[in-house]
């Protein structure tokens, strides 16, 4: 079944398809037919006091020359406005005036608006085309005063400005959507790059800690297969998530990425584990229907707070408090200080080879994350040397 409502659109789109110069052929067609209705014929442009002369085979090759150029205004402007320039000239110096030498304004306003090289030249060049035409009509009848030649060539040159005016309105507004098109890719590479850190780097982070603990197991056959079987299972976690964020991010994947739910705590939790790092996991409350986006957030932020005591406090006790209401989701990451019994555990040091350095990038975007969502997020040390990350995320729940 045909939608009626698409059917303006369907022909604009067809319309606009099409050559400019077959689009702007009507205009010219029909002030060209207009300029033979007597009705119109004193509707014309006219200039001096030239007797008017009936229409023969010459008038309508003048209408022609005057209307016809019309059609490549846009495409060909300044061949445009010679030629509809000359049409009128011969039309008021022979006296064949006609609604057809209206054309002239439109035709300016074309040049103004596009033209694109030497405009300044073409300026002069119809100023003083237009001097000549005065002082042509003045020897021929001397009946128009100077003031009315100045107030013709003062509509003349309004209709240029007008066009001059219309060019440059495009061009801001060109300039204006190159810059929101720019702005638009700068923040959709900031989101991949936040997604790929969020994604990568806890996986990775966790690969080389587990590599890295290793070392120290060579004696023990049976840890170092376990520590070693964590690495392989973290690699193809990594890989499989870097493939649904790349579903997710491709616009014309067909497929459903997986999406992040609040059971993935538990998943990060195990993992850090896994890793080598002491963690418990506490949730509170039920989370809200309609949270998804507050949910994922949630995730990265326990995500990258466990990345990061992996790099900087490996071995340290760590708690993570998930709480939910109807209103918000509160986070806490806390790690405890270096004097922790737990803390001294023979492993990769915290700030070692082991671990990769952070850049910062990741505390930032969680920041940025949490406050789109008109939330907050707050770090700070604590008295034992340890270090607290807390996060509140609205739901957006009406209840």
């Known amino acids: 079944m045909i939608d009626l409502r698409q059917v303006p659109n369907r022909w604009r789109d067809r319309w606009h398809r099409l050559d400019v110069t077959v689009r702007d052929l009507p205009l010219a067609l029909a002030l060209a037919g207009a300029a033979f209705v007597p009705v119109l014929r004193e509707y014309g442009t006219q200039v001096g006091e030239v007797p008017v002369r009936p ?3 010459v008038a309508v090759l003048v209408i022609a020359l005057q209307c016809l ?12 406005v010679a030629l509809v320039s000359l049409g009128f000239v011969v039309s008021q110096v022979q006296g064949y005036h006609s ?3 209206n054309a002239l304004g439109i035709a300016l306003v074309s040049a103004g608006a596009h033209l694109a090289h ?6 002069v060049a ?3 085309a237009y001097v000549g035409l005065a002082v042509m009509l003045d020897r021929l009848t001397g009946a128009e005063r100077v003031d009315e030649y100045l107030t013709f060539y003062l509509v003349m040159a309004l209709a240029w400005g007008i066009g001059t005016w219309l060019r440059s309105s495009r061009a801001a507004e060109a300039e204006r959507r190159l810059r929101v098109a720019e702005d638009t890719r700068a923040a959709e590479r900031t989101r991949i790059a936040r997604e790929l850190h969020d994604v ?17 197991l060579t004696a023990k056959p049976d840890r170092l297969d376990a520590t070693l079987t964590a690495v392989g299972d973290t690699g193809r976690r990594a ?3 870097l493939r649904n964020l790349l579903d997710l991010l491709d616009p014309g994947h067909e497929g459903a990425a997986r999406t992040q739910t609040d059971g993935d705590h538990r998943t990060l939790v195990e993992q850090t584990r896994q890793a080598g790092q002491p963690v418990e996991l506490t949730e509170e409350g039920t989370p809200a229907q309609e949270a998804g986006s507050a949910e994922r957030t949630a995730h990265r932020v326990v995500q990258e707070s466990l990345t990061n005591a992996l790099k900087h406090a490996y071995g340290r006790p760590t708690a993570v408090t998930v709480h939910y209401d109807d209103r918000e989701i509160t986070v806490e ?3 405890a200080g270096p004097g922790t019994e737990a803390g001294a555990q023979r492993g990769p040091r915290a700030g070692s080879r082991g671990a990769p350095a952070g850049s910062g990038r990741g505390l930032i975007g969680l920041r940025e994350r949490v406050a789109a969502l008109g939330g907050e997020l707050s770090t700070h040390p604590t008295d034992d040397g340890g270090f607290v990350v807390l996060a509140r995320i609205p739901t957006g729940s009406r209840s």
């Open 200 to 216: 990568v780097t806890h996986h990775v982070t966790a690969m080389v800690v587990q590599t890295e603990a290793a070392r120290y």
């Open 239 to 241: 890989i499989g998530d």
């Open 99 to 101: 609604f057809g030498s």
């Open 118 to 123: 030497r405009r300044r030249l073409a300026a």
């Open 333 to 335: 990451v806390s790690t």
């Open 69 to 80: 150029p019309l059609a490549v205004r846009r495409r060909w402007p300044a061949l445009c």
């Open 126 to 128: 119809l100023s003083v």
């Open 55 to 57: 229409f023969d085979g």
